[in-house]
């Protein structure tokens, strides 16, 4: 993959709002080839189905309130909380009261930056 690095500064109000799934969007943070910060805003009743991925994944509840499983386990998450995903771990979430979580994911999700480009 070419070297990739988004702008040092992220405005809300200037970047684009990209649809990730039905009542998910999201916005990109930061990145660059061994990080990316993703903004991921739920509605009610949107579901992150459970998948697996080879990066590192942490996440941060911004707000809301989520249903999330991890290798099986499911805890409710609020704000405030949240959840480190190994590479290759299923996992996913169902969102109990709309919400933001804030991800990061080492390596860059090439998947993701795709969608910018």
């Known amino acids: 993959m070419e070297q990739i690095k988004s702008k040092p500064f992220f405005l809300k109000d200037d970047e684009p709002v990209y649809t990730a799934d039905k009542g998910i969007t999201r916005q990109f943070v930061g990145y660059n080839n061994e990080i990316m910060t ?23 509840i911004e707000s809301g309130v989520y249903e999330v499983t991890i290798d099986g386990v499911t805890k409710t998450l609020k704000a405030g ?4 995903a ?8 169902v969102c109990l009261e709309a919400g933001i979580i804030i991800d990061s994911f080492s390596p860059v999700r090439e998947d993701f930056y795709a969608t910018i480009k």
């Open 38 to 60: 993703v903004k991921v805003i739920f509605e009610k009743g949107a579901i992150g189905y459970q998948h697996s991925h080879p990066h590192v994944q942490t996440a941060y």
């Open 86 to 93: 190994e590479p290759d771990i299923k996992h996913g979430l």
């Open 81 to 84: 909380d949240g959840f480190f």
